[in-house]
């Protein structure tokens, strides 16, 4: 079975500087999708950024970019010059390509980010 | 707003009462899925439907859960004799069939069984 891994229930940034949110994750597929999402206080969660595993170049999206070693079952997110909107809990999510449980997400327990004026 | 809706957004409700959420997926979207959350863990898979079938439950899914999607459109998902243990956030998602699916969700249903 998959399972994902965030080992940092908490984390702070100060405004306008670098935060790296770590994940790694347990699989024995060699295709599958990756994704960070966000989950604002109260809001719904929607999607950061998503990284294909037969891709080696890592996914970005404005100040938003993973570190995505895959041998080592890495998925990292680092947000740059963080501003007051990025605070939310970020869950690490798991999806095979293809066959038995390729339509359900496995997520990790979460992140919780705090961001600091 | 053509984003996932979810109704009721709260529901409080006695233990042994039976419940139903509602979710209507982004149009055009023929995969829906349902998940629950509970409070300092991440969305744990329930059920999922491509179009009005349901072709896949998890463990998590006792005999007192139902969902359904008549018609490939909107979901339902009931809870028989709700237990203290049934509090949860009830996400509810949708996706399009293309390479590389997305799913978007909604902003849920929280459930609290006194």
């Known amino acids: 079975a998959q399972t994902v891994t965030q080992s940092q229930p908490e984390m702070s940034v100060q405004e306008a500087e670098t935060v790296t949110l770590s994940c790694t994750y347990d699989?024995?597929?060699?295709?599958?999708?990756l994704f960070w999402y966000k989950q604002p206080p109260s809001r719904q969660m929607i999607l950061v950024i998503r990284?294909?595993?037969?891709?080696?170049q890592n996914a970005t999206e404005n100040r938003f970019s993973v570190n995505f070693q895959k041998a080592a079952k890495s998925f990292s997110l680092k947000i740059s010059d963080s501003q007051l909107g990025d605070a939310a809990m970020y869950f690490c999510?798991?999806?095979?390509?293809?066959?038995?449980?390729?339509?359900?997400?496995?997520f990790g327990k979460g992140t919780k980010l705090s961001v600091i004026p | 707003d053509t984003g996932v809706s979810q109704n009721p957004r709260h529901k409080i409700t006695k233990r042994g009462q039976n419940v139903t959420f509602r979710c209507d997926p982004i149009?055009?979207?023929?995969?829906l899925y349902w998940y629950r959350q509970t409070l300092g863990q991440g969305p744990e898979f329930l059920t999922y439907?491509?179009?009005?079938?349901?072709?896949?439950k998890s463990r998590l899914l006792s005999d007192r859960f139902s969902a359904e999607r008549p018609k490939g459109s909107f979901s339902t998902l009931e809870i028989q004799r709700t237990e203290q243990g049934d509090s949860a956030m009830y996400l509810c998602?949708?996706?399009?069939?293309?390479?590389?699916?997305?799913?978007?969700f909604g902003p849920g249903t929280r459930l609290l069984v006194l």
């Open positions: 998602a949708s996706s399009f069939r293309t390479d590389q699916e997305t799913q978007y």
């Open positions: 699989t024995s597929e060699s295709d599958y999708y």
């Open positions: 990284q294909e595993a037969y891709k080696q």
């Open positions: 999510a798991y999806r095979p390509y293809s066959g038995a449980g390729s339509y359900q997400l496995t």
């Open positions: 149009s055009e979207h023929n995969r």
């Open positions: 439907f491509q179009n009005e079938a349901q072709l896949e």
